[in-house]
Nanobody
Framework: EVQLQASGGGLVQAGGSLRLSCATS????????IGWFRQAPGKEREGVSC????????DYEDSVKGRFTISSDRAKRTWYLQMNSLKPEDTAVYYC?????????????????WGQGTLVTVSS
């Protein structure tokens, strides 16, 4: 059974940093593309970052480019989203997701498995 569990959210002041983790199980680690998504109150869920499984290419939503970085620890079967220079508009529930497609995508319809969300609150 494919499982993803996101963690690491919390309350942080604007300008601060957080690192989200996505622990995975139930599939070959290198076979699935991974994405990070977020949903702010009253808004639709949007793609934040993604990485392809075959060549490690990444993509980021424009508002987080240069601030967020996706990475992984293969031994721990865990993906990370390092978030720096956080802004109040980054406040949202963050989700990780896995796709059987090998290519990266910021579109949630391309993802097959989802973890529960972790709340990130950035105070001004």
């Amino acid at each position: 059974e494919v499982q993803l569990q996101a963690s690491g959210g919390g309350l942080v002041q604007a300008g601060g940093s957080l690192r989200l983790s996505c622990a995975t199980s139930g599939f070959t680690f290198d076979d699935y593309a991974i994405g990070w998504f977020r949903q702010a109150p009253g808004k639709e869920r949007e793609g934040v970052s993604c990485i392809s499984s075959n060549d490690g290419r990444t993509d980021y939503e424009d508002s987080v480019k240069g601030r967020f970085t996706i990475s992984s620890d293969r031994a721990k079967r865990t993906w990370y989203l390092q978030m720096n220079s956080l802004k109040p508009e980054d406040t949202a529930v963050y989700y990780c997701a896995a796709s059987v497609r090998t290519d990266k995508s910021l579109f949630q319809r391309h993802y097959d498995y989802w973890g529960q969300g972790t709340l990130v609150t950035v105070s001004s």
